[in-house]
T-cell receptor, first 116, second 111 residues
Framework: DARVTQTPRHKVTEMGQEVTMRCQPILGHNTVFWYRQTMMQGLELLAYFRNRAPLDDSGMPKDRFSAEMPDATLATLKIQPSEPRDSAVYFC??????????????FGPGTRLTVT | RKEVEQDPGPFNVPEGATVAFNCTYSNSASQSFFWYRQDCRKEPKLLMSVYSSGNEDGRFTAQLNRASQYISLLIRDSKLSDSATYLCVVNRDTGRRALTFGSGTRLQVQP
């Protein structure tokens, strides 16, 4: 049963610290997404990659957030320095796009981040 | 106006009831449509895709009206286990900001 995995599942850190979240997409999927979910804002798209190339990261605060895909099996989202307002659940999702037709996305279990 | 709008609810219905959710989207270039379900403190999970001709999966029926730019989800014979938040998703694969989730409609099925 293929699934998206994310680590860590929970992270508590102090303001100013660096946070790195990792995601392993489903094998064979060519698109990876990073989302953030809070009660106030709902689910927001931060960035996404197609075939490891960044397609859109306009939802991400550029000064502190960075997203990369060093290889097809690993996507990372980094926050440096972290702030209390970054506290949220961060989801990674992967999917398949063929001939510009998007198929379903599959979400990982999320990383619950608390910045104190 | 939000790109995807949903009534947040909550919809409180008794077991066995039929309930319908609507979702409107603003961009006529939208190409793919989905309904996701999210349980409390869990990740969103795909419930069903929405096709132009409408589609049914057991007790769930999804409809798309491109002319009016809305999507609907009908749940028949509601079960307690249907209690969740239902997210409408609109996907236009034209590059930037291609993926948009609605804020969700919460359903509570009561015994």
């Amino acid at each position: 049963d293929a699934r998206v995995t994310q680590t860590p599942r929970h992270k508590v850190t102090e303001m100013g610290q660096e946070v790195t979240m990792r995601c392993q997409p489903i094998l064979g999927h060519n698109t990876v997404f990073w989302y953030r979910q809070t009660m106030m804002q709902g689910l927001e798209l931060l960035a996404y990659f197609r075939n490891r190339a960044p397609l859109d990261d306009s939802g991400m605060p550029k000064d502190r957030f960075s997203a990369e895909m060093p290889d097809a099996t690993l996507a990372t989202l980094k926050i440096q320095p972290s702030e209390p307002r970054d506290s949220a659940v961060y989801f990674c999702a992967s999917g398949l796009v063929l001939n510009r037709e998007a198929h379903e996305q599959y979400f990982g279990p999320g990383t619950r981040l608390t910045v104190t | 106006r939000k790109e995807v709008e949903q009534d947040p609810g909550p919809f409180n219905v008794p077991e066995g009831a039929t309930v319908a959710f609507n979702c409107t989207y603003s961009n006529s270039a939208s190409q793919s449509f989905f309904w996701y379900r999210q349980d409390c403190r869990k990740e969103p999970k795909l419930l069903m895709s929405v096709y132009s001709s409408g589609n049914e999966d057991g007790r769930f029926t999804a409809q798309l009206n491109r002319a009016s730019q809305y999507i609907s989800l009908l749940i028949r014979d509601s079960k307690l286990s249907d209690s969740a938040t239902y997210l409408c998703v609109v996907n236009r694969d034209t590059g930037r900001r291609a993926l948009t989730f609605g804020s969700g409609t919460r359903l509570q099925v009561q015994p």
